[in-house]
């Protein structure tokens, strides 16, 4: 099965995002914690080019603990990023760490228009990242209201709007901007069972197999404690599997129906976090690399 979906309010947001580029001093490349590589939309690098950026790993409550903390520490290495950090938007600390990471990346500015004698301006700020990766959740919480619109679901935010945060910053917030096509499937299945993509556009039984799959390999105690299974179940291939939880979920025959069962229960953290993209090179080798 092959998932596309890019509506054309995304390609416009691409061109208004070029277009305003040149207006903002930083660029916050929000991505989901849960898949720091499959969230991270290509087409945002020709964006934002050289323009200075703070990596976030949003939803870092939902992501696997142990995994987010080795992904913070892969993208510190990324030479198009400055800075990275993980949060959850549900902790305010985490909020505030952001501010206080985008101030000190600016500080270097800040202190030279300070030298010449003129008052340091509000940071201007842009927010890049694909739908449903808590773009307006993210804001709300920078300005402590609801100006933002939110919903759990992607594509909310259609238009752009400079808002105030405080006397700090200013921030150009933008639509999320899917790419027009994934050249690899297994991306377009880790969106679609995130929540990324509209539920309309994908086949839920293509999408639970491939989450029956990889929590087989990754975390098969979840699946055993949560669908009340057994070790020997795993044993077979994994369509058997989700036939078999169709039956124990009181289904009959209807996969679709347990098949959107289980992609819910994942999304709605039934199953415990998780992350869905592996670090590519462990730091330590990385590490060990460069000191050679």
């Given at each position: 099965m092959l998932i596309q979906w890019f509506p054309g309010h995304m390609a416009k947001?691409?061109?208004?995002?070029?277009?305003?580029?040149?207006?903002?001093?930083?660029?916050?490349?929000?991505?989901?914690?849960?898949?720091?590589?499959?969230?991270?939309?290509?087409?945002i690098d020709d964006i934002i080019g050289n323009k200075p950026r703070l990596i976030v790993l949003n939803k870092a409550d939902l992501a696997d603990k142990a995994a987010t903390k080795e992904w913070v520490e892969y993208f510190k290495q990324d030479k198009k990023a400055q800075r990275a950090v993980s949060m959850s938007t549900l902790n305010n600390k985490d909020v505030e760490n952001i501010k206080k990471e985008l101030k000190e990346m600016m500080a270097h500015k800040t202190q030279a228009m300070i030298n010449k004698g003129v008052k340091p301006r509000a940071i201007r700020l842009m927010i890049l990242?694909?739908?449903?990766?808590?773009?307006?959740?993210?804001?709300?919480?920078?300005?402590?209201?609801?100006?933002?619109?939110?919903?759990?679901?992607?594509?909310?935010?259609?238009?752009?709007?400079?808002?105030?945060?405080?006397?700090?910053?200013?921030?150009?917030?933008?639509?999320?901007?899917?790419w027009p096509k994934f050249e690899d499937?297994?991306?377009?299945?880790?969106?679609?069972?995130?929540?990324?993509?509209?539920?309309?556009?994908?086949?839920?039984?293509?999408?639970?197999?491939?989450?029956?799959?990889?929590?087989?390999?990754?975390?098969?105690?979840?699946?055993?404690?949560?669908?009340?299974?057994?070790?020997?179940?795993?044993?077979?291939?994994?369509?058997?599997?989700l036939m078999e939880l169709?039956?124990?979920?009181?289904?009959?025959?209807?996969?679709?129906?347990?098949?959107?069962?289980?992609?819910?229960?994942?999304?709605?953290?039934k199953l415990g976090s998780y992350t869905l993209d592996q670090v590519p090179v462990k730091i330590a080798e990385v590490e060990e690399g460069l000191a050679e």
């Open positions: 947001a691409k061109r208004e995002a070029l277009e305003k580029l040149k207006l903002v001093d930083l660029v916050i490349e929000l991505l989901d914690a849960r898949l720091p590589v499959s969230s991270r939309n290509p087409l990242g694909i739908p449903n990766v808590g773009k307006s959740t993210l804001i709300n919480k920078l300005m402590q209201k609801n100006r933002a619109q939110t919903g759990n679901r992607p594509g909310v935010t259609k238009g752009q709007q400079w808002l105030k945060i405080g006397g700090d910053f200013e921030l150009l917030d933008t639509p999320g901007i899917l499937q297994l991306i377009g299945q880790k969106l679609a069972l995130t929540g990324a993509i509209k539920d309309t556009v994908f086949h839920k039984d293509d999408v639970a197999l491939f989450a029956l799959r990889y929590f087989m390999q990754h975390y098969p105690g979840r699946l055993q404690a949560f669908y009340k299974v057994d070790e020997k179940d795993f044993e077979g291939a994994v369509p058997d599997l169709t039956t124990k979920l009181r289904f009959g025959e209807d996969y679709s129906r347990a098949s959107e069962k289980i992609i819910f229960d994942i999304r709605g953290g």
